[in-house]
Protein backbone atom coordinates (compact mmCIF):
# COMPACT_ATOMS: atom_id res chain seq x y z
CA UNK A 1 0.00 0.00 0.00
CA UNK A 2 1.04 3.62 -0.79
CA UNK A 3 0.78 5.62 2.17
CA UNK A 4 -0.46 9.23 1.86
CA UNK A 5 -0.67 12.51 3.53
CA UNK A 6 -2.99 15.29 2.00
CA UNK A 7 -2.73 18.70 2.97
CA UNK A 8 -5.30 21.20 2.13
CA UNK A 9 -7.16 24.14 3.89
CA UNK A 10 -10.51 23.76 1.17
CA UNK A 11 -12.45 21.12 3.35
CA UNK A 12 -14.22 20.34 0.23
CA UNK A 13 -11.36 19.69 -1.59
CA UNK A 14 -9.74 18.11 1.04
CA UNK A 15 -12.23 15.48 1.13
CA UNK A 16 -12.75 15.22 -2.64
CA UNK A 17 -8.98 14.10 -2.91
CA UNK A 18 -9.03 11.72 0.01
CA UNK A 19 -12.06 10.18 -1.52
CA UNK A 20 -10.89 9.90 -5.17
CA UNK A 21 -7.36 8.23 -3.66
CA UNK A 22 -9.83 6.03 -1.42
CA UNK A 23 -11.05 4.36 -4.36
CA UNK A 24 -7.56 2.46 -5.42
CA UNK A 25 -6.67 -0.45 -3.83
CA UNK A 26 -2.40 0.28 -3.60
CA UNK A 27 -3.59 3.63 -2.57
CA UNK A 28 -4.39 4.45 1.52
CA UNK A 29 -4.96 8.27 2.84
CA UNK A 30 -3.75 7.92 6.42
CA UNK A 31 -3.91 11.51 7.73
CA UNK A 32 -5.26 14.74 6.37
CA UNK A 33 -4.16 18.18 7.05
CA UNK A 34 -6.16 21.62 6.62
CA UNK A 35 -2.50 24.04 6.44
CA UNK A 36 0.73 22.57 6.37
CA UNK A 37 2.24 23.50 10.32
CA UNK A 38 -0.66 20.41 10.62
CA UNK A 39 0.28 18.55 7.77
CA UNK A 40 3.80 18.47 9.34
CA UNK A 41 2.89 17.05 12.28
CA UNK A 42 0.72 14.83 10.92
CA UNK A 43 3.83 13.55 8.44
CA UNK A 44 6.27 12.95 11.89
CA UNK A 45 3.65 11.20 13.09
CA UNK A 46 2.42 8.74 10.14
CA UNK A 47 5.85 8.50 8.04
CA UNK A 48 3.54 8.51 5.08
CA UNK A 49 5.24 7.04 1.51
CA UNK A 50 3.99 10.10 -0.85
CA UNK A 51 2.51 13.72 0.51
CA UNK A 52 -0.16 15.71 -1.84
CA UNK A 53 0.24 19.46 -0.53
CA UNK A 54 -2.09 22.54 -1.88
CA UNK A 55 0.60 25.83 -2.30
CA UNK A 56 -1.15 28.44 -0.63
CA UNK A 57 -2.50 27.56 2.75
CA UNK A 58 -2.63 29.30 6.36
CA UNK A 59 0.38 29.06 9.00
CA UNK A 60 2.65 27.34 6.60
CA UNK A 61 2.23 27.39 2.55
CA UNK A 62 2.85 24.08 0.99
CA UNK A 63 6.27 25.34 -0.52
CA UNK A 64 7.66 25.63 3.24
CA UNK A 65 6.01 22.30 4.10
CA UNK A 66 8.10 21.08 1.15
CA UNK A 67 11.31 22.87 2.57
CA UNK A 68 10.38 21.77 6.16
CA UNK A 69 10.01 18.09 4.61
CA UNK A 70 13.51 18.56 3.31
CA UNK A 71 14.91 20.03 6.49
CA UNK A 72 14.03 17.53 8.91
CA UNK A 73 15.01 14.88 5.97
CA UNK A 74 11.81 13.00 6.35
CA UNK A 75 11.32 9.82 4.12
CA UNK A 76 8.54 11.19 2.01
CA UNK A 77 7.82 12.33 -1.21
CA UNK A 78 6.06 15.61 -1.68
CA UNK A 79 3.65 16.26 -4.99
CA UNK A 80 1.99 20.05 -5.04
CA UNK A 81 -1.87 20.00 -6.17
CA UNK A 82 -2.72 23.35 -6.86
CA UNK A 83 -4.94 25.52 -8.53
CA UNK A 84 -2.65 27.75 -10.07
CA UNK A 85 0.12 26.91 -13.13
CA UNK A 86 2.55 29.95 -12.35
CA UNK A 87 5.58 29.18 -13.81
CA UNK A 88 7.13 30.51 -10.38
CA UNK A 89 5.25 28.05 -8.28
CA UNK A 90 6.49 25.32 -10.34
CA UNK A 91 10.28 26.56 -10.42
CA UNK A 92 10.27 27.03 -6.91
CA UNK A 93 8.86 23.56 -5.96
CA UNK A 94 10.77 21.56 -8.51
CA UNK A 95 14.13 23.70 -7.29
CA UNK A 96 12.86 22.73 -3.71
CA UNK A 97 12.71 18.95 -4.22
CA UNK A 98 9.05 18.60 -5.15
CA UNK A 99 8.37 15.14 -6.92
CA UNK A 100 5.48 16.29 -8.88
CA UNK A 101 3.10 19.08 -9.64
CA UNK A 102 -0.75 19.13 -10.38
CA UNK A 103 -3.04 21.08 -11.40
CA UNK A 104 -6.50 20.52 -9.18
CA UNK A 105 -8.89 20.66 -12.35
CA UNK A 106 -6.53 17.30 -14.04
CA UNK A 107 -8.38 14.05 -14.61
CA UNK A 108 -8.87 12.01 -11.59
CA UNK A 109 -6.77 8.94 -12.74
CA UNK A 110 -4.10 11.08 -13.70
CA UNK A 111 -3.82 12.11 -9.56
CA UNK A 112 -3.59 8.13 -9.25
CA UNK A 113 -1.41 7.94 -11.56
CA UNK A 114 1.36 10.85 -10.12
CA UNK A 115 1.18 9.19 -6.78
CA UNK A 116 1.89 5.74 -8.24
CA UNK A 117 5.13 7.37 -10.51
CA UNK A 118 6.27 9.85 -7.17
CA UNK A 119 5.75 6.42 -4.68
CA UNK A 120 8.60 4.85 -7.55
CA UNK A 121 11.06 7.60 -7.73
CA UNK A 122 9.98 9.20 -10.79
CA UNK A 123 8.32 12.73 -11.55
CA UNK A 124 4.85 13.59 -12.19
CA UNK A 125 4.61 17.27 -13.64
CA UNK A 126 2.62 18.81 -16.86
CA UNK A 127 5.25 18.68 -19.79
CA UNK A 128 3.16 22.20 -21.13
CA UNK A 129 3.66 23.33 -17.34
CA UNK A 130 7.66 21.92 -17.30
CA UNK A 131 8.18 24.01 -20.13
CA UNK A 132 6.73 27.09 -19.15
CA UNK A 133 8.45 27.07 -15.97
CA UNK A 134 11.78 27.29 -17.14
CA UNK A 135 11.15 30.07 -19.86
CA UNK A 136 10.66 32.97 -17.01
CA UNK A 137 13.30 33.08 -14.35
CA UNK A 138 12.29 34.70 -11.17
CA UNK A 139 14.44 37.98 -10.63
CA UNK A 140 13.83 38.01 -6.61
CA UNK A 141 15.98 36.70 -4.23
CA UNK A 142 14.52 35.22 -0.96
CA UNK A 143 14.60 37.95 0.73
CA UNK A 144 12.90 40.07 -1.26
CA UNK A 145 10.53 37.79 -1.88
CA UNK A 146 9.74 37.66 2.20
CA UNK A 147 9.94 41.51 2.43
CA UNK A 148 7.60 42.33 -0.56
CA UNK A 149 5.20 39.26 0.65
CA UNK A 150 4.78 41.37 4.00
CA UNK A 151 4.31 44.79 2.44
CA UNK A 152 1.92 42.71 0.19
CA UNK A 153 -0.13 41.73 3.43
CA UNK A 154 -0.29 45.43 4.50
CA UNK A 155 2.64 45.56 6.87
CA UNK A 156 4.26 49.17 7.33
CA UNK A 157 8.20 49.02 6.53
CA UNK A 158 8.59 49.13 10.32
CA UNK A 159 6.62 46.13 11.02
CA UNK A 160 8.62 43.73 8.56
CA UNK A 161 11.42 45.48 9.86
CA UNK A 162 10.50 43.64 13.20
CA UNK A 163 8.97 40.70 11.69
CA UNK A 164 12.21 40.12 10.05
CA UNK A 165 14.66 41.28 12.75
CA UNK A 166 16.60 43.97 9.68
CA UNK A 167 16.74 47.69 10.33
CA UNK A 168 13.86 49.71 8.58
CA UNK A 169 16.64 50.83 6.11
CA UNK A 170 17.41 46.94 5.09
CA UNK A 171 13.67 46.92 4.26
CA UNK A 172 13.32 49.97 2.07
CA UNK A 173 16.42 48.50 0.36
CA UNK A 174 14.87 45.23 -0.20
CA UNK A 175 11.53 46.73 -1.16
CA UNK A 176 13.79 49.41 -3.33
CA UNK A 177 15.34 46.40 -5.80
CA UNK A 178 12.04 44.38 -5.45
CA UNK A 179 10.03 47.23 -7.50
CA UNK A 180 12.56 48.09 -9.54
CA UNK A 181 13.34 44.56 -10.91
CA UNK A 182 9.35 44.01 -11.39
CA UNK A 183 9.27 47.70 -13.24
CA UNK A 184 6.58 48.34 -10.93
CA UNK A 185 5.57 51.75 -9.24
CA UNK A 186 5.10 50.94 -6.07
CA UNK A 187 5.46 48.09 -3.38
CA UNK A 188 1.71 47.06 -3.72
CA UNK A 189 2.06 46.95 -7.16
CA UNK A 190 5.59 44.64 -7.49
CA UNK A 191 3.16 42.25 -4.43
CA UNK A 192 0.15 42.04 -6.59
CA UNK A 193 2.81 41.76 -9.91
CA UNK A 194 5.16 38.98 -8.10
CA UNK A 195 2.12 36.95 -6.95
CA UNK A 196 0.54 36.54 -10.34
CA UNK A 197 4.06 35.19 -10.85
CA UNK A 198 3.88 32.47 -8.70
CA UNK A 199 6.86 34.62 -7.30
CA UNK A 200 5.56 35.01 -3.58
Known sequence: MIRVVIAEDQGL????LAALLDLEEDIDVVATAADGKEALEKIRDVQPDVVL?????PAMTGLELLQAVKE???????IIVTTFGRSGYLRRALEGGASGYLLKDAP???????VRRVHQGLRAVSPE???QAWSEPDPLTDR???VLRLAGDGLSTAKIAQELHLSEGTV???L???IGKLGAANRTEAARLARKQGWL
Open 53 to 57: TDIEM
Open 172 to 174: RNY
Open 72 to 78: ERLPCRV
Open 176 to 178: SEA
Open 129 to 131: LAA
Open 13 to 16: VLGA
Open 108 to 114: SEELAEA
Open 144 to 146: ERQ
